[in-house]
């Protein structure tokens, strides 16, 4: 009798254990929601770059491992890792030809490897360069803030003039414009980091005129994996069959001590099959277009400037009213534009997207932005 009494209470104080813990449990669930709710208003949204969390949130096998012991920093490039990265340029630029052709692997993405080509342009030329856009404002300003960085180059503001270097990005940063140069320059610059089908799902390149000009020894390519999710781990690469430049590229690397960081190549080696498997293009490229249309249904056509090519849109917007909804934005002077404009980076997590969408379709931001001209 005794026995059966403990077990019915045993049975009682387990089921009020239970009772308790799932009260508790629920209590501090709906205490973290109410709180991230809180913060959602009072935090800052970041859509000023691109959050590489975005490709790891949805790539589950895309790793970056870091090993301490093993950074070390090495001049050159493995052969191994270009001939990877050729063997998948063929597998997603169905025309591409890397016959004649060299290639220099950056330590700092395209940042540095556009500094290195405008060293090695200036060492050819022996004198001072200049360099201009091929195209009026918006244009990213990261060019023309290197070519003024340097005593030996000088950007040009005036498109008309004729220079020793024309910059194409294309397609554009902000635009998504695909362009083409103007060939009033004796080099051209092609700045090709958008043009993947990550963000095109074409499994060719948007710029067909560069296989002509590849055989051109005044021209180079510039691209780098920043825009698979990397931004950060830099690696970039410049393409030309100009042997000098190629030379030049790489001495500029030694000389200002810019070795490879082994441990990066090492893991864009291994993840080099994910980045360009065509299934992640494809969804990355859905992902984008998804949110050009939700972006479109809040904020009015007039307003946008860029198309769906890049997962990039230059608003008329000043940056000052995102900030008011604190979203941390691009301003419009970083491509030569008036702070009339400001760019928003498509690339950011789910979350921190839906709350940007939240805050500017809210009444308050609406009537912000009604009577811009
Ligand atoms: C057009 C363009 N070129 C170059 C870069 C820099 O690339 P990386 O990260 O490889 O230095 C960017 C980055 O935003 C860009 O938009």
């Known amino acids: 009798m005794n026995i059966k009494k403990e077990i019915k209470y045993f049975i009682i104080i387990f089921l009020i254990i239970i009772m308790l813990f799932y009260l508790i449990n629920n209590f501090s669930r709906y205490n973290d929601k109410i709180k991230k709710n809180n913060n959602n208003q009072s935090e800052w949204l970041n859509c000023y770059y691109a959050d590489p ?38 597998h997603i630029e169905n025309n591409f030809n890397s016959k004649n052709l060299y290639f ?72 998504g414009e695909i362009l083409k140069p103007t060939f009033t320059s004796k080099y051209i610059l092609l700045d090709s980091v958008y043009d993947k089908p990550l963000f095109s799902n074409k499994y060719y390149t948007l710029n067909p005129w560069k296989l002509e000009l590849y055989k051109n020894p005044y021209f180079c390519e510039v691209n780098s994996f920043s825009k698979y999710g990397y931004a950060g781990v830099r690696v970039g690469y410049l393409i030309t069959s100009n042997k000098e430049i190629a030379d030049l590229v790489t001495k500029y690397f030694e000389i200002k001590n810019l070795g490879l960081n082994s441990w990066a190549m090492a893991n864009y080696e291994k993840n080099i099959p994910v980045i360009f498997n065509k ?63 400001s760019r928003i980076n498509l690339m950011v997590s789910e979350d921190v997207w839906k709350n940007i969408l939240k805050r500017i379709s809210s009444e308050n931001f609406q009537n912000d932005i009604k009577f811009l001209k």
């Open 53 to 90: 969390i975005i490709f790891a949130e949805r790539i589950p096998k895309l790793k970056i491992e870091q090993n301490e012991s093993n950074i070390t920093y090495m001049h050159y490039t493995p052969e191994r890792f270009k001939e990877k990265l050729k063997e998948y340029l063929h």
């Open 104 to 175: 220099v692997f950056s330590p700092g993405g395209t940042t540095a490897a556009i500094s290195a080509c405008y060293y090695a342009i200036q060492y050819l030329e022996k004198k001072k360069i200049t360099i201009k856009s091929c195209v009026k404002p918006p244009y990213y300003t990261l060019h023309k803030k290197l070519a003024n960085y340097e005593k030996n180059s000088e950007w040009i503001d005036d498109i008309n003039k004729k220079t020793d270097v024309e910059v194409v990005v294309s397609p554009n940063n902000p635009t």
């Open 279 to 341: 299934s992640f293009g494809k969804e990355n490229y859905e992902l984008v277009q998804k949110r050009h249309k939700e972006i479109r249904e809040i904020i009015p056509q007039r307003f946008i400037y860029s198309n769906n090519n890049i997962p990039l849109i230059l608003l008329k917007i000043p940056a000052n009213i995102f900030y008011k909804y604190k979203i941390k934005i691009r301003p419009g002077e970083e491509f030569a534009t008036s702070n009339d404009y």
